[in-house]
């Protein structure tokens, strides 16, 4: 359960040296059921708690402190956890220099937005 964060250059037969890659990210875990597929895969608390230390594995890279979230062990799944999940995720890939991700349904609203599959894949393919 590591972060890392990649930029890699080339060199020629000449030793000329290429400027740095855009950086990458990679967390060293597995997640369970991977990818989560709509309307196959169903959300659960065990898809959040995974994100949340992969999650704070990528503040870790950044030099960042660990996220508290809410509910330290969610029964239910919340527009809130994916919230502050994104939230979490957006501020590390910041201070690493990765690009930000687009998500699906931007903004979500608790006791309205439907926690869906592709938020939490959204979420792991910003930590992969």
Same mark, same amino acid.
């Given at each position: ?9 080339? @060199? %020629?037969? =000449? !030793?000329?040296?290429?400027? *740095?890659?855009? &950086?990458? !990210?990679?967390?060293?875990? *597995? *997640?369970?059921? %991977? &990818?989560?597929?709509? +309307? $196959?895969?169903? $959300? ?19 030099? =960042? ?5 809410? %509910? %330290?062990? &969610?029964? @239910?799944?919340?527009? /809130?956890?994916?919230?502050? /999940?994104? !939230? ?9 220099? /990765?690009? &930000? =991700? ?9 006791? +309205? ?9 959204? =979420?792991?393919?910003? $930590?992969?």
């Amino acid at each position: 359960n590591t972060s890392y964060v990649y930029k890699v250059r080339a @060199v %020629d037969s =000449l !030793a000329r040296i290429s400027p *740095f890659s855009a &950086p990458d !990210a990679a967390t060293t875990m *597995f *997640f369970a059921d %991977d &990818p989560i597929a709509a +309307t $196959v895969t169903a $959300v659960k608390a065990i898809h959040i708690t995974e994100l949340r230390l992969a999650v704070n594995d990528m503040r870790a890279a950044a030099s =960042l402190s660990a996220t508290t979230f809410t %509910d %330290d062990a &969610p029964a @239910v799944i919340k527009a /809130l956890h994916v919230q502050q /999940l994104r !939230a979490a995720l957006d501020q590390a890939r910041t201070t690493l220099g /990765l690009p &930000p =991700l687009t998500y699906t349904d931007g903004t979500l609203t608790g006791g +309205t937005t439907i926690v869906k599959a592709a938020h939490v894949q959204e =979420l792991r393919n910003g $930590v992969k």
